[in-house]
């Protein structure tokens, strides 16, 4: 097991445009978390799955966010119509239901121009 | 609101000067409370989990400690490889996030 993934590890987007970020999990973790971290700040929670289920949402996540996870293994992470200050480094995370020790992935890191 | 609070925000030691980071909070009936470590441009590496006051874990040249109110984190004779930001985080019994402090900056110079 080589702990969680994120894909693409950087993303250089023009403001306007759509992304989607990728997020393979621990493979035998059942929960999966979002999260935002800005320069000099710590992560925000964003949302968060158990299986495929997305069973909690911050006020953060605005309509232009939407995130997926199918069939309770991948995740996605999409914002539409991206904004200069939606510029951040975006982390997931998984863990088992019981265990509350997350681990983090190395996070994708988008820069809106 | 749950809430967490860091310092000191940076903190320069000599290789071996050992010191203590400083995790404040308040929490809604307290789950667990979380230290991580983060180097540039990666994520957060865990720690440790403390769930209770009076709770101490110990991993090489960290320990950490929990009271009702606070969390140390203390380093003992740090090496240059400590550099790094160190974060804390809770996590009430009402949910499944947890909330991070904004992490202490560690550089330790040999």
Known sequence: ?113 | EDQVTQSPEALRLQEGESSSLNCSYTVSGLRGLFWYRQDPGKGPEFLFTLYSAGEEKEKERLKATLTKKESFLHITAPKPEDSATYLCAVQGRATNKLIFGTGTLLAVQP
Not at chain 1, 2 to 13: A, E, L, Y
Not at chain 1, 40 to 54: I, V
Not at chain 1, 66 to 92: H, N, V, W
């Open chain 1, 1 to 113: 097991d080589t702990g969680v993934s994120q894909n693409p590890r950087h993303k250089i987007t023009k403001r306007g445009q759509n992304v989607t970020f990728r997020c393979d999990p621990i493979s035998e973790h059942n929960r999966l978390y979002w999260y935002r971290q800005t320069l000099g700040q710590g992560p925000e929670f964003l949302t968060y799955f158990q299986n495929e289920a997305q069973l909690e949402k911050s006020r953060l996540l605005s309509d232009r966010f939407s995130a997926e996870r199918p069939k309770g293994s991948f995740s996605t992470l999409e914002i539409q119509r991206t904004e200069q200050g939606d510029s951040a480094m975006y982390l997931c995370a998984s863990s088992l239901s019981g265990n509350y020790g997350y681990t983090f992935g190395s996070g994708t890191r988008l820069t809106v121009v």
